[in-house]
């Protein structure tokens, strides 16, 4: 995974500041999670050589802040009792600083809730989008608002799914 990120010099000339994979990554076990870019608050500076992916890795973006980030999902092992997935997700979200977003896990073990409105593509794979009471089925360039609903993917297919994602800080109504 190659990352070009442009900034500007000392004579305020545009410049490629990181040219290479992501800073730091998080979950290959069970799928990945990527950063690539993060602002901190809204307006945000666009001076300096700080790689604003080089943080701990957590879920939901800082107080007026932004995430930009690939993401995989695995293939769910088949014959995994719902208990093991249920302590391998709550171990993922802990990792994440996520515990709290996991509100009701009570139909997917990764359900979740976030602070945020994502916007989201899913560039391979075949996958459901669960919700607490939908399901819809995704296919690669299929695009999802995630507007802070609890919700969770599941990998239909064979091959890990990837998607990247841009996820905003809000304030959710419900």
Same mark, same amino acid.
């Given at each position: 995974?190659?990352?070009?990120?442009?900034?500007?010099?000392?004579?305020?000339?545009?410049?490629?500041?990181?040219?290479?994979?992501?800073a730091r990554s998080i979950g290959e076990?069970?799928?990945?999670?990527?950063?690539?870019?993060?602002?901190?608050?809204?307006p945000f500076t666009t001076k300096g050589?700080?790689?604003?992916?080089?943080?701990?890795?957590?879920?939901?973006?800082?107080?007026?802040?932004?995430?930009?980030?690939?993401?995989?999902?695995?293939?769910?092992?088949?014959?995994?009792?719902?208990? =093991?997935?249920?302590?391998?997700?709550?171990?993922?979200?802990?990792?994440?600083?996520?515990?709290?977003?996991?509100?009701?896990?009570?139909?997917?073990?990764?359900?979740?809730?976030?602070?945020?409105?994502?916007?989201? =593509?899913?560039?391979?794979?075949?996958?459901?989008?669960?919700?607490?009471?939908?399901?819809?089925?995704?296919?690669?360039?299929?695009?999802?608002?995630?507007?802070?609903?609890?919700?969770?993917?599941?990998?239909?297919?064979?091959?890990?799914?990837?998607?990247?994602?841009?996820?905003?800080?809000?304030?959710?109504?419900?």
């Amino acid at each position: 995974m190659r990352r070009i990120i442009t900034g500007h010099n000392a004579d305020g000339k545009s410049v490629v500041m990181h040219d290479g994979p992501p800073a730091r990554s998080i979950g290959e076990d069970v799928g990945g999670l990527y950063e690539i870019w993060n602002t901190e608050s809204t307006p945000f500076t666009t001076k300096g050589f700080e790689d604003k992916a080089d943080i701990d890795i957590e879920l939901e973006p800082s107080k007026g802040g932004t995430k930009f980030r690939y993401f995989q999902i695995n293939p769910t092992p088949e014959g995994v009792p719902v208990e =093991i997935l249920n302590e391998m997700a709550a171990d993922a979200f802990d990792k994440i600083k996520a515990s709290h977003c996991r509100v009701d896990v009570s139909k997917h073990p990764a359900m979740h809730k976030t602070d945020s409105i994502d916007y989201i =593509i899913l560039l391979k794979g075949d996958v459901t989008l669960i919700l607490d009471e939908d399901e819809i089925d995704l296919k690669p360039f299929d695009t999802v608002v995630q507007r802070g609903t609890n919700h969770a993917w599941r990998n239909n297919g064979n091959e890990p799914a990837l998607f990247i994602a841009i996820l905003i800080d809000s304030e959710i109504d419900a």
